[in-house]
């Protein structure tokens, strides 16, 4: 007898929760088999037929509220990234009658393949309500189980979930019955290794197709970041049969490899590094107005909310706007897109200027000066990753220089790449021979 065989010859929703349980000694909301499940979606994709039919994504861009929007993952896609999650919209504003939340939150294009749609909520049925809308557009939906923020506290979702399992599972599994595509999760671990390992089974089991592992626990927010454990998900991945994604501690091209090497994992996600540096994922060490006025060029196209153009900027921007402060406030009271234009060439022009005075580092991607503590010394109009705490540099001392130990001689450096100098509107400046000899990256 399946679990729906039971459930059905009972008479009363108890009875049948207490009938599936018995008799299949899964979760009484299991109210179906796999084989039930299959018969019912015959042509969607499970656990590595999904990630195949993706293209076996490496290179992943994290779920970023108001940042990993579609303007930004086009850029993205341009420089390696595979595979894109959108931000983490809220099931229940998504799926209001009213739609002003999902208009304004929820962008893709015929040529956004492929994309994963994340959701947070805590009740199965708005879930499943919201998940419909991008059923025919989302290659999978995805259930945030990692936000730690103080909101998600409030509103009961994320991590703040970690305590109800129970619910997670109702969750995942609504999802897994009811929906065309497939569904994923991204967890959080515990202190304990034993227990994420239990956690993440019981993810999979639910139903999730694809688990994405953030090595770090749901304390570690803010000032107490840190690193990401990476020998958890290495655990998780050993003992779930589907895909794994790896999310945490990269910062440089060549932790991508270290990190799949150490956890054996599928693919890679990044958020922070990503968005200082959308190169990330294609090994290219680029200057920073470079990604800014590709960006601006893809928002033409794309409408794209201002406050989500001006935070990139600023992430893009964080290691000159404290040299040229007095930018800052064009950036901070941009109206339209061609401020932010304007505010792309006055900054690139300073940037060439910067980078032609005496004291300026002289830059050669082949030979990065890495410093004491296994960063590598960027001039700082050059995308790089963002150390936000001297705690945390610290904090990773240790294993940061273990991993620069990791990297084979020269064999793993960047390559320097050519940039598009097409001078900008207002500014009209091409780069001078000099200059291309300091900018080494950008020219040769
Ligand atoms: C600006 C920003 C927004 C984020 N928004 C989300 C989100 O919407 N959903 C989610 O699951 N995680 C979100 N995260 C967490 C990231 O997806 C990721 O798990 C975390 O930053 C660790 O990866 P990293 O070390 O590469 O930054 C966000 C992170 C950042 C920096």
Redesign the pocket.
Known sequence: MTVADATQQASTPAKAAACAVAHAGVPAHFTMTEDEIIAKFPNRLRSYDLFRKMGSPRHIV???????ELAWRILSRRYGADLC?T??FHAKLFSDDNPKYRNEQWQTNDEEKPVIV?FCANDPDILLKAAKLVEGQADAVDL?L??PQRIASRGHY?SFLMEDWDLISRLIRKLHENLEIPVTA?IRVYEDVEKTVAYAKMVEAAGAQIITV?G?LREQKGHKTGL?DWDKIKAVKEAVKVPVFA????LYYEDIQRCLDATNTDGI???????YNPALFSGKILPTWQMAEEYLEICKDIPTKFAFIRAHMFKLFRYSLPIHTDLRQQLGTAKSLDEFRSFVCEMKSRLIEDSKKEDAMVFDPENVEIDALGYRKYPHWICQPALRFEHDKVHSQSKRLLNEALVENGSAKPVGESADNTPCESVSKDISESDSKRLKVTIE
């Open positions: 994290a779920p970023m509220v108001d940042q990993s999650y931000p983490m994340q945030n990692g936000c994320g991204k953030h770090r990401a999310n945490g501690n990269i996600m990044s958020a922070e590094s990503n968005l």
